[in-house]
C-alpha cells in the first residue's frame, strides 16, 4: 500500500464531486449533528453541505483552495471525533477511509464510492461482514466526475453510489436507488 498512498500524496486523484449528488443524498439521507469533510478539495461537497447543514468542517491533505490543508485524515485518531463524516474518499485510499472515519464517525459515516466496492473477499471478511453499511444508495444517473482541469464533454461511465454506516442502524444492509430524474437543484 506505500505505492498507493504515495501516489494520493503526490496530489492526482482529485475528481470534484458534481454538487447534485451532495444534494441528493442530503434529500434522502437525514443528517444531524457537526460534520466533517475531510478530502474537501476545492469544496464541491463543502459548499453544498455548507448551505444545507450548520456545522461543518472541511479540510484536505493537498492545497486545492478550500478548507484547512495539511490535515492527513488517515493520521487522526477517535479523540477527534465528529458526529457525520462524508466525503467522495482517494478510491486507492477507501478502505483507509472507511476505517477512520468509522473511527471518528459517532453516527453517520458517508461515502462515495464506485459501486465495485461492494466486490471483494477482503473487504467482506474485513468492512461488510463486521461493519456493514445501513444503506447504499445507487446512482441511477451516472456521475460525471473528471480530473481537475479537464473538461466535462460526456456523462458517466462508472457507477458510483453513497455507502453510509449509520451507527443507530439495525438490522440488514438496505440497498436504494437514487430515481432517475431525481437530480436536485442546488442552492
Known amino acids: 500500500m506505500p505505492t498507493q ?33 475531510p478530502a474537501c478539495g476545492d469544496g464541491a461537497i463543502s459548499k453544498v453541505l455548507e448551505a444545507r447543514c450548520a456545522d461543518v468542517t472541511s479540510s484536505d491533505l493537498h492545497d486545492h483552495g478550500y478548507g484547512v490543508s495539511g490535515q492527513d485524515f488517515l493520521a487522526v ?32 459515516l458517508c461515502l462515495l464510492l464506485r ?6 473477499v477482503r473487504r467482506y471478511h474485513t468492512i ?15 456521475l460525471s466526475m473528471y480530473p481537475r482541469g479537464y ?22 444492509t438496505v440497498v436504494q436507488w437514487l430515481p432517475p430524474g431525481s437530480k436536485p437543484r442546488v442552492s
Not at 128 to 142: D, G, S
Not at 151 to 172: C, E, I, L, M
Open 5 to 37: 498512498r504515495r501516489l494520493v500524496e503526490s496530489g492526482p486523484d482529485f475528481y470534484a464531486t458534481p454538487p447534485w449528488a451532495v444534494a441528493l443524498l442530503l434529500d434522502h439521507e437525514p443528517l444531524e449533528g457537526s460534520i466533517w469533510e
Open 77 to 108: 485518531t477517535a479523540t477527534d471525533s465528529v458526529d457525520n463524516v462524508i466525503t467522495n474518499p482517494p478510491f486507492i485510499l477507501a478502505e483507509d477511509f472507511f476505517r477512520v472515519g468509522y473511527q471518528v464517525a459517532r453516527r453517520k
Open 115 to 120: 459501486t465495485v466496492f461492494l466486490e471483494s
Open 128 to 142: 461488510f461482514q463486521p461493519t456493514p453499511p445501513a444503506r447504499v444508495w445507487v446512482f441511477t444517473k451516472r
Open 151 to 172: 473538461a466535462v464533454k460526456n456523462p458517466g461511465t462508472t457507477s458510483y453510489a453513497w455507502f453510509v454506516w449509520d451507527k443507530a442502524h439495525r438490522g440488514a
